[in-house]
């Protein structure tokens, strides 16, 4: 799996698990919906501000989303 794919799994499982839609997170994190809709297909990788924004709008300490990022990598984590 690429640290892209991963990074779309874990935003897309923190997001669903908030209960907000891709257009609610974009809005709280100052993102198109489109753009998280990408992210999440693994199709862009967000910049470490981007990423920061995005954790701050969930909730959730970037250190964690990427600590679970990497376990998907090494295929640790579902």
Same mark, same amino acid.
């Given at each position: 799996m690429t640290?892209? !794919? @991963?990074v779309g799994q874990e935003l897309?499982?923190?997001r669903t698990k908030k209960? &907000?839609?891709?257009?609610n997170?974009?809005? !709280? @994190?100052?993102?198109?919906?489109t753009y998280i809709s990408l992210i999440e297909r693994g &199709?862009?990788?967000?910049?470490?501000?981007?990423?920061v924004?995005?954790?701050?709008?969930?909730e959730?300490?970037?250190d964690v989303f990427l600590k679970h990022v990497m376990q998907r990598?090494?295929?640790?984590r579902k």
């Open positions: 640290i892209e !794919e @991963a897309r499982l923190c209960g &907000l839609s891709q257009e997170l974009g809005f !709280e @994190a100052s993102l198109h919906r &199709l862009k990788s967000p910049t470490i501000n981007t990423v924004r995005i954790c701050e709008a969930l959730i300490s970037p990598v090494a295929g640790k």
